[in-house]
C-alpha cells in the first residue's frame, strides 16, 4: 500500500433512521399514494433504500387542497415576521441536522460525501437563512409596498442537487407567503422526505408544505392542477417546454431553470494551475452532472497543449469510488438511463473525430460509474459541442482572439453559465460583457450564493432563484 | 542522509534554461513571464487538501514518515551546547518507550553550533553518507541576512568546515523587493559555491525565501524560481522569526514550481515548510499536498522536510495512540 492508496474513511450511516416505506406528506400527515410505489436504489451499489408512493391525480388533487387551505387560512395571512421566525427554525434544524442529511443524500445521489457534506448541505441551511430574513422585507424587493403572494406554488426538481434544489425553490416561496407542493425527482426522493420530517419538527403549520413522489406523470398531473397559481421547474429543456405548453393561456406563473452547455474560457495569461483546478472543478463536481457546468472547455490555441498536459495529469489524481468515503471526488452517476446517455454521447463524440482520453481509475463492478473523460478535437459542429451530456466528460475547442472565444461560447441554444480565466481585469470585464449567460464566473467556477440571482438566456429558461429577484419571482404587485 | 548534490556547478541551471547571456534583463523577463497565481483559488485548492481524512494504516505510515522528514530545530540566542547535546539526544531516541520510532532526518542550529552537534551526534553523524542524522546549519546572516555578502559567505564556509550536511541561507528579500534579481540570484550562486567542500562534494543548500515578507504569491513564485535557477537544492519557505511563517498555500505554491521544474528539466528539487507546523494533523495535510501535487517521488526526506521543534512530540503522542490505543498526554514525551 503506498501513501495515496488512503485508508477507508467511510461516513457511518447509523446516523440515519430511515423507514422502509415513505407515503406523500400532505396536509401534514403521511398518506399512502394512490399509485403504484417505486424504490429508490443507492447508484453506487444498486441497493434498494427505501420504498416511496407514487401520487395520481386525486393525490395532487389533496396535496394543492391542502396548500390552498393552508395558504388561505394560515400562511397567507401570517405576518412576514413570524413566517420568519419558522424559516429560521428550519434553518436551525437543517444545519444541526446536516450530518444527517449529507449522508442520506449522498445515499441516495452518489454524489460524494465530500461534496454534500462542504456544498450541498451547507447551502441548504444559507439558503432558507437568506429567505428567513426575506420575510418581513418584502417592501423591498422592489415591486412596490405591500407585493403579494400568488398562491398555491407548485415545485419540480431534479435529482442532481435534490435538497439543495428544494430550498432553492422552498424557501423563496414560504418566505413570500406562498405555501407549496413540491415533488423530488423519482430517482432522489429521500432527503425531500428527511424535509418532511423537518418540517414537522419546526411545528410548520399543516398544508403549508406538501411532498409528494413519482415520476413524471405526477408532475404533469401537478403543474397542470387549475388551482396552482405559480409553477417553478428545474430541469431539463424538453419537459420545460412541454411545461410552458401546458400553461400557455393560464394565469400561472412560470419560472424554468433548464439545461446548459457553459463553455469555461481560459485565455493564455490565467493562473494555470487554478485555471486547471477551476476546468475540474467546473466539469466533475457532481459528476457533470450539473444544469451550469462548464462542459465546453475553450482554450486559447498556444496554450491548448499545456493545458491539456496539467489537466490529464490533474485528472489522474482525482479518487472515483464509494461516495460515503470522505475522500472521494468522483461517486456514481445517478441512474442506469443517465449512464446510457452519457455512454451513448460519447461515443458519438469519437464517432465524429473526437479524441477521448479517460482518467485511469478503476471503476466498481456494482452501481453505475463513468471515468472522468476529456475529448479533444472538437470543433464547434460536433454533436457533444452541442447537446448537454449532463456528465463527467469534457468537450474541448480551441479559439485565437478574444472574440472569437465570444463567438464560440454563445454559439449554443443555451445560455445558463459561462466561466473566465484570465489575468487582465479589463478583459474579463469586456468578455463577461458580451457572454450571453446567465452567470459568468471569473476565475472560479461553480460556485453559488442565496444573495446571487442565479438563471439562464435562452433554452436554459427564464426567471432567476436567488437574491432579491429570486424573491420576485414568487411575488405579485400589491393593489 | 546526503544524497550527492545533483545540482551543477552554481549557476549552471540558469544557463542552460536562459542561456549563457544571463543578463540582470533575462532573468527579470524570464521571472516576471511566470504563470500568475490566483490568492482564492490558491488558497481554496489548499484547503481542499486538509479535508482529506487519513486513518488507520495511512496515519500510522504518515507519523513514522514525519519524523523522517522533520528537521529538529532549535534556533536561539540563548542555545547552549547542553541546549544542543539534548536536542540531538532527542533526534537519536525520539521515544525511549518505543526503539522502532524513527530518527529525524537532522538537526538544524545556528552555525557556530555545528561542531557541538556533529560531536553530540557521534556516530550518527551522517557526515555526508546517505545513512545517519544530518547536520544542519542556518547561514548567511540569518534570519535577516542584513550583513556584507563577504560576511555571508563566511557564515557559510565556517558551517561547512565545522561538519554542517545541509545549509540553510536566506535571501535578501530587500533586493528582491527592489527588483534586483541579480543580486540576489548572484547571492545564492556564491553562497553554493561556499558550500563547497575540499574534496569537490556540496553541502546541501536550502534556500529560504522568507515568504511572509515576501507577502504576495506571485513574488513567491518567481522567488522559488530564482532560487532553483541559482543552484538551490531545497526551497524553504521560513526563517521562524517572521509571522506568517510556512502556510499550507504557499508550501502548495512551491510544490506547484518543483513539479513544474521537474516537468521541464527531469530535476527534483526539495521544499521545506518551516515555522508554526505543530501539530500531526497539520503536518498530515502537508503530507497530503505533497503527494498529490507532486506525486508519492517527493514523500522522502531528500525532497520534503518539516521544519519544526514542537512537532516531533505531537506526531509521538499520536503514535503511541496508535500503538496503544489510548491517548497519553504531555508528560509522557520529553522536553528537550
Same mark, same amino acid.
Given at each position: 500500500m503506498t501513501?495515496?492508496?488512503y485508508?477507508p474513511a467511510?461516513?457511518?450511516?447509523?446516523i440515519?433512521?430511515?423507514?422502509?416505506?415513505?407515503g406523500l406528506?400532505?396536509?401534514?400527515e403521511w /398518506?399512502?399514494?394512490?399509485g403504484?410505489?417505486?424504490a429508490?436504489v443507492?447508484p453506487a451499489?444498486?441497493?434498494?433504500?427505501?420504498t416511496?408512493?407514487?401520487?395520481d391525480?386525486?393525490?395532487?388533487?389533496a396535496a394543492?387542497?391542502?396548500?390552498?387551505t393552508?395558504?388561505?387560512r394560515?400562511w397567507g395571512p401570517?405576518?412576514?415576521?413570524?413566517?420568519?421566525k419558522?424559516?429560521?427554525?428550519?434553518?436551525r434544524?437543517?444545519?444541526e441536522?446536516a450530518?444527517e442529511?449529507a449522508?442520506a443524500?449522498?445515499?441516495?445521489?452518489g454524489?460524494?460525501?465530500?461534496?454534500t457534506r462542504?456544498?450541498?448541505?451547507?447551502?441548504?441551511?444559507q439558503w432558507?437563512?437568506?429567505?428567513?430574513?426575506?420575510a418581513?422585507?418584502?417592501?423591498?424587493v422592489g415591486?412596490?409596498?405591500s407585493p403579494?403572494?400568488?398562491g398555491?406554488?407548485a415545485?419540480?426538481?431534479?435529482?442532481?442537487?435534490?435538497?439543495?434544489?428544494?430550498?432553492w425553490?422552498?424557501?423563496?416561496a414560504?418566505a413570500a407567503g406562498? %405555501?407549496?407542493?413540491?415533488?423530488?425527482?423519482?430517482t432522489?426522493?429521500?432527503?425531500?422526505?428527511l424535509f418532511?420530517?423537518?418540517?414537522e419538527?419546526?411545528?410548520?403549520?399543516a398544508?403549508?408544505?406538501?411532498?409528494?413522489?413519482?415520476a413524471?406523470e405526477?408532475?404533469?398531473a401537478?403543474?397542470?392542477?387549475?388551482?396552482?397559481?405559480?409553477?417553478?421547474?428545474?430541469?431539463?429543456?424538453a /419537459?420545460g417546454?412541454?411545461?410552458?405548453k401546458a400553461?400557455?393561456g393560464?394565469?400561472?406563473?412560470?419560472?424554468l431553470?433548464?439545461g446548459?452547455?457553459?463553455?469555461?474560457i481560459?485565455?493564455?495569461?490565467?493562473?494555470?494551475d487554478?485555471?486547471?483546478e477551476?476546468?475540474v472543478?467546473?466539469?466533475?463536481?457532481?459528476?457533470?452532472?450539473?444544469c451550469?457546468?462548464?462542459?465546453?472547455?475553450?482554450?486559447?490555441?498556444?496554450?491548448?497543449?499545456?493545458?491539456?498536459?496539467r489537466?490529464?495529469?490533474?485528472m489522474?489524481?482525482?479518487?472515483l469510488?464509494?461516495?460515503l468515503d470522505?475522500?472521494t471526488?468522483?461517486?456514481a452517476?445517478?441512474?442506469t438511463?443517465q449512464?446510457?446517455r452519457? %455512454?451513448?454521447?460519447v461515443?458519438?463524440g469519437?464517432a465524429?473525430?473526437?479524441?477521448?482520453?479517460?482518467?485511469p481509475c478503476?471503476?466498481?463492478?456494482?452501481?453505475?460509474w463513468f471515468?472522468?473523460?476529456?475529448v479533444?478535437?472538437?470543433e464547434a459542429?460536433s454533436?457533444?459541442?452541442?447537446?448537454?451530456?449532463?456528465?463527467p466528460?469534457?468537450?474541448?475547442?480551441?479559439?485565437? %482572439?478574444?472574440d472569437e472565444?465570444?463567438?464560440?461560447?454563445?454559439?449554443?441554444?443555451y445560455?445558463?453559465s459561462?466561466?473566465?480565466?484570465?489575468?487582465?481585469?479589463?478583459?474579463?470585464?469586456?468578455?463577461?460583457?458580451k457572454?450571453?449567460?446567465g452567470?459568468?464566473?471569473?476565475?472560479t467556477f461553480?460556485?453559488?450564493d442565496?444573495a446571487s440571482?442565479?438563471?439562464g438566456?435562452k433554452?436554459?429558461g427564464?426567471?432567476?432563484?436567488?437574491?432579491?429577484?429570486?424573491?420576485q419571482?414568487y411575488?405579485?404587485?400589491g393593489? | 542522509m546526503?544524497?550527492?548534490s545533483?545540482?551543477?556547478a552554481?549557476a549552471e541551471?540558469?544557463?542552460?534554461l536562459?542561456?549563457?547571456?544571463?543578463?540582470?534583463?533575462?532573468?527579470?523577463?524570464?521571472?516576471e513571464?511566470?504563470?500568475?497565481v490566483?490568492?482564492?483559488g490558491?488558497?481554496?485548492?489548499?484547503?481542499?487538501?486538509?479535508?482529506?481524512?487519513i486513518?488507520t494504516?495511512s496515519?500510522?505510515?504518515?507519523?513514522d514518515?514525519i519524523?523522517?522528514m522533520?528537521d529538529?530545530? !532549535?534556533l536561539?540566542g540563548a542555545d547552549?551546547?547542553?541546549k544542543?547535546r539534548?536536542?540531538?539526544?532527542?533526534a537519536?531516541?525520539?521515544d525511549?518507550?518505543?526503539?522502532? !520510532?524513527?530518527?529525524?532526518a537532522a538537526?538544524?542550529?545556528?552555525?557556530?553550533?555545528?561542531?557541538?552537534?556533529?560531536?553530540?551526534?557521534?556516530?550518527?553523524?551522517?557526515?555526508?553518507?546517505?545513512d545517519?542524522i544530518?547536520?544542519?546549519?542556518v547561514a548567511t546572516?540569518?534570519?535577516a541576512?542584513r550583513?556584507?555578502?563577504?560576511?555571508?559567505l563566511q557564515d557559510?564556509?565556517d558551517a561547512?568546515a565545522?561538519g554542517?550536511?545541509e545549509i540553510?541561507?536566506?535571501?535578501d528579500?530587500?533586493a528582491?523587493l527592489e527588483?534586483?534579481?541579480g543580486?540576489?540570484?548572484?547571492?545564492?550562486v556564491?553562497t553554493?559555491?561556499?558550500?563547497?567542500?575540499d574534496d569537490? !562534494?556540496?553541502?546541501?543548500?536550502?534556500?529560504?525565501?522568507?515568504?511572509?515578507?515576501?507577502v504576495?504569491?506571485?513574488?513567491?513564485?518567481?522567488?522559488?524560481?530564482?532560487?532553483?535557477l541559482?543552484?538551490g537544492?531545497f526551497?524553504?519557505?521560513?526563517?521562524?522569526k517572521v509571522?506568517?511563517a510556512? !502556510?499550507?498555500?504557499?508550501?502548495?505554491?512551491m510544490?506547484?514550481v518543483v513539479?513544474?521544474?521537474?516537468?521541464?528539466t527531469?530535476?527534483?528539487?526539495?521544499?521545506?515548510?518551516?515555522g508554526g507546523i505543530?501539530?500531526?494533523?497539520?503536518?498530515?495535510k502537508?503530507?497530503?499536498t505533497?503527494?498529490e501535487?507532486?506525486g508519492?517521488a517527493?514523500l522522502?526526506?531528500?525532497?520534503?522536510?518539516?521544519?519544526a521543534?514542537?512537532?516531533?512530540?505531537?506526531?509521538l503522542?499520536?503514535r503511541?495512540k496508535l500503538?496503544?490505543g489510548?491517548?497519553?498526554?504531555?508528560?509522557y514525551v520529553?522536553?528537550?
Amino acid at each position: 500500500m503506498t501513501f495515496l492508496d488512503y485508508a477507508p474513511a467511510p461516513e457511518s450511516t447509523s446516523i440515519l433512521r430511515l423507514r422502509d416505506d415513505y407515503g406523500l406528506f400532505i396536509g401534514g400527515e403521511w /398518506v399512502a399514494g394512490g399509485g403504484e410505489s417505486f424504490a429508490s436504489v443507492s447508484p453506487a451499489t444498486e441497493r434498494p433504500i427505501a420504498t416511496f408512493a407514487a401520487a395520481d391525480e386525486g393525490d395532487v388533487d389533496a396535496a394543492v387542497g391542502a396548500a390552498r387551505t393552508a395558504f388561505e387560512r394560515v400562511w397567507g395571512p401570517m405576518s412576514g415576521r413570524d413566517r420568519g421566525k419558522y424559516l429560521f427554525r428550519i434553518a436551525r434544524i437543517l444545519a444541526e441536522r446536516a450530518r444527517e442529511l449529507a449522508v442520506a443524500e449522498s445515499l441516495d445521489n452518489g454524489k460524494p460525501i465530500k461534496e454534500t457534506r462542504d456544498a450541498d448541505v451547507p447551502l441548504v441551511a444559507q439558503w432558507f437563512f437568506h429567505c428567513a430574513g426575506w420575510a418581513d422585507k418584502l417592501d423591498w424587493v422592489g415591486l412596490g409596498a405591500s407585493p403579494q403572494p400568488h398562491g398555491v406554488a407548485a415545485q419540480i426538481i431534479p435529482w442532481n442537487f435534490p435538497l439543495l434544489m428544494l430550498s432553492w425553490k422552498v424557501a423563496p416561496a414560504l418566505a413570500a407567503g406562498n %405555501t407549496v407542493v413540491l415533488k423530488p425527482a423519482e430517482t432522489t426522493p429521500l432527503t425531500a422526505m428527511l424535509f418532511a420530517d423537518i418540517c414537522e419538527q419546526a411545528g410548520l403549520p399543516a398544508g403549508v408544505v406538501n411532498l409528494i413522489t413519482g415520476a413524471g406523470e405526477t408532475g404533469a398531473a401537478l403543474v397542470r392542477h387549475p388551482d396552482v397559481d405559480k409553477v417553478a421547474f428545474t430541469g431539463s429543456t424538453a /419537459v420545460g417546454r412541454e411545461i410552458a405548453k401546458a400553461l400557455a393561456g393560464t394565469e400561472k406563473k412560470l419560472t424554468l431553470e433548464l439545461g446548459g452547455k457553459g463553455a469555461n474560457i481560459v485565455f493564455d495569461d490565467a493562473p494555470l494551475d487554478q485555471a486547471i483546478e477551476g476546468i475540474v472543478n467546473g466539469i466533475f463536481f457532481n459528476q457533470g452532472q450539473v444544469c451550469c457546468a462548464g462542459s465546453r472547455l475553450l482554450v486559447q490555441e498556444n496554450i491548448h497543449d499545456a493545458v491539456m498536459d496539467r489537466l490529464k495529469e490533474r485528472m489522474a489524481t482525482l479518487r472515483l469510488g464509494d461516495p460515503l468515503d470522505k475522500n472521494t471526488d468522483v461517486g456514481a452517476i445517478n441512474s442506469t438511463a443517465q449512464l446510457e446517455r452519457i %455512454t451513448k454521447l460519447v461515443e458519438t463524440g469519437i464517432a465524429e473525430g473526437g479524441e477521448a482520453w479517460s482518467a485511469p481509475c478503476e471503476l466498481p463492478r456494482e452501481g453505475y460509474w463513468f471515468a472522468p473523460t476529456v475529448v479533444t478535437g472538437v470543433e464547434a459542429s460536433s454533436t457533444i459541442a452541442r447537446e448537454e451530456i449532463f456528465g463527467p466528460v469534457l468537450s474541448v475547442l480551441t479559439f485565437r %482572439t478574444p472574440d472569437e472565444a465570444i463567438a464560440k461560447a454563445n454559439n449554443t441554444p443555451y445560455g445558463l453559465s459561462a466561466g473566465i480565466w484570465s489575468d487582465k481585469g479589463s478583459r474579463v470585464l469586456a468578455v463577461a460583457d458580451k457572454l450571453r449567460a446567465g452567470v459568468v464566473w471569473t476565475n472560479t467556477f461553480n460556485k453559488f450564493d442565496p444573495a446571487s440571482p442565479f438563471g439562464g438566456y435562452k433554452e436554459s429558461g427564464y426567471g432567476r432563484e436567488g437574491g432579491r429577484q429570486g424573491m420576485q419571482a414568487y411575488l405579485k404587485a400589491g393593489k | 542522509m546526503t544524497t550527492p548534490s545533483q545540482a551543477l556547478a552554481p549557476a549552471e541551471r540558469a544557463v542552460q534554461l536562459l542561456g549563457g547571456d544571463l543578463s540582470e534583463v533575462a532573468l527579470r523577463q524570464h521571472l516576471e513571464g511566470l504563470p500568475t497565481v490566483d490568492a482564492v483559488g490558491l488558497e481554496a485548492r489548499a484547503a481542499s487538501f486538509g479535508t482529506r481524512s487519513i486513518k488507520t494504516t495511512s496515519k500510522a505510515a504518515a507519523l513514522d514518515l514525519i519524523i523522517r522528514m522533520i528537521d529538529l530545530t !532549535t534556533l536561539q540566542g540563548a542555545d547552549t551546547r547542553g541546549k544542543v547535546r539534548s536536542l540531538v539526544a532527542k533526534a537519536l531516541v525520539p521515544d525511549a518507550s518505543d526503539p522502532a !520510532t524513527p530518527r529525524p532526518a537532522a538537526v538544524c542550529v545556528y552555525g557556530d553550533m555545528v561542531g557541538n552537534a556533529v560531536e553530540a551526534l557521534g556516530s550518527a553523524w551522517s557526515a555526508g553518507k546517505d545513512d545517519g542524522i544530518n547536520v544542519a546549519a542556518v547561514a548567511t546572516a540569518f534570519p535577516a541576512g542584513r550583513a556584507s555578502l563577504q560576511v555571508k559567505l563566511q557564515d557559510t564556509r565556517d558551517a561547512v568546515a565545522a561538519g554542517a550536511d545541509e545549509i540553510d541561507m536566506v535571501i535578501d528579500r530587500g533586493a528582491f523587493l527592489e527588483g534586483n534579481y541579480g543580486k540576489v540570484f548572484d547571492e545564492i550562486v556564491q553562497t553554493k559555491d561556499a558550500c563547497r567542500r575540499d574534496d569537490g !562534494t556540496y553541502a546541501h543548500l536550502k534556500v529560504i525565501l522568507e515568504t511572509g515578507e515576501l507577502v504576495t504569491y506571485d513574488n513567491v513564485r518567481r522567488a522559488s524560481w530564482l532560487s532553483i535557477l541559482a543552484g538551490g537544492d531545497f526551497i524553504k519557505t521560513s526563517t521562524g522569526k517572521v509571522q506568517p511563517a510556512a !502556510t499550507l498555500p504557499v508550501t502548495l505554491l512551491m510544490l506547484q514550481v518543483v513539479r513544474d521544474w521537474e516537468r521541464l528539466t527531469g530535476e527534483r528539487i526539495g521544499v521545506k515548510p518551516a515555522g508554526g507546523i505543530s501539530t500531526s494533523k497539520d503536518a498530515i495535510k502537508y503530507l497530503v499536498t505533497v503527494a498529490e501535487t507532486c506525486g508519492e517521488a517527493w514523500l522522502d526526506p531528500h525532497l520534503f522536510r518539516f521544519g519544526a521543534s514542537s512537532l516531533l512530540n505531537d506526531v509521538l503522542l499520536q503514535r503511541q495512540k496508535l500503538t496503544t490505543g489510548r491517548y497519553s498526554g504531555p508528560d509522557y514525551v520529553t522536553i528537550d
